[in-house]
């Protein structure tokens, strides 16, 4: 095993770590998991104003958990990894939602691996 390695990928970790040690953020992320959101519609799921929700998105992207698409004025916020999304949607599995929901179809496809 290469320990270089293995303590640059725990610094990965500790950094995705403290990122989501936020309520709000990982609030965020889990309604991100489930589809592609504007801060409109995540101020409306959450109930946060938004730009309380812009400023943890921009903290959030600047982590690179997440990335944008713009269609108009409207941006759109989404999961920017694999590894993100299989993290993640453990927490949503443990933490945020119920098997009805749409995040479930990708927890299927990571069980089946």
Same mark, same amino acid.
């Given at each position: 095993?290469?320990?270089?390695?293995?303590?640059?990928?725990?610094?990965?970790?500790?950094?995705?770590?403290?990122?989501?040690?936020?309520?709000?953020?990982?609030?965020?992320?889990? #309604?991100?998991?489930?589809?592609?959101?504007?801060?409109?519609?995540?101020?409306?799921?959450?109930?946060?104003?938004?730009?309380?929700?812009?400023?943890?998105?921009?903290?959030?992207?600047?982590?690179?958990?997440?990335?944008?698409?713009?269609?108009?004025?409207?941006?759109?916020?989404?999961?920017?990894?694999?590894?993100?999304?299989?993290?993640?949607?453990?927490?949503?599995?443990?933490?945020?939602?119920?098997?009805? #929901?749409?995040?479930?179809?990708?927890?299927?496809?990571?069980?089946?691996?």
């Amino acid at each position: 095993m290469d320990y270089d390695l293995l303590e640059e990928k725990a610094e990965s970790a500790a950094e995705f770590l403290k990122m989501m040690a936020s309520a709000p953020r990982l609030l965020l992320m889990c #309604l991100v998991l489930e589809e592609e959101r504007s801060v409109g519609e995540l101020a409306e799921k959450t109930g946060l104003r938004m730009p309380t929700v812009s400023q943890q998105l921009a903290l959030l992207r600047a982590q690179g958990l997440v990335t944008t698409r713009r269609e108009g004025t409207t941006i759109y916020y989404r999961l920017a990894s694999e590894p993100v999304k299989d993290i993640m949607a453990m927490l949503y599995k443990h933490f945020c939602a119920g098997a009805d #929901l749409p995040v479930s179809k990708h927890l299927e496809s990571l069980e089946a691996e």
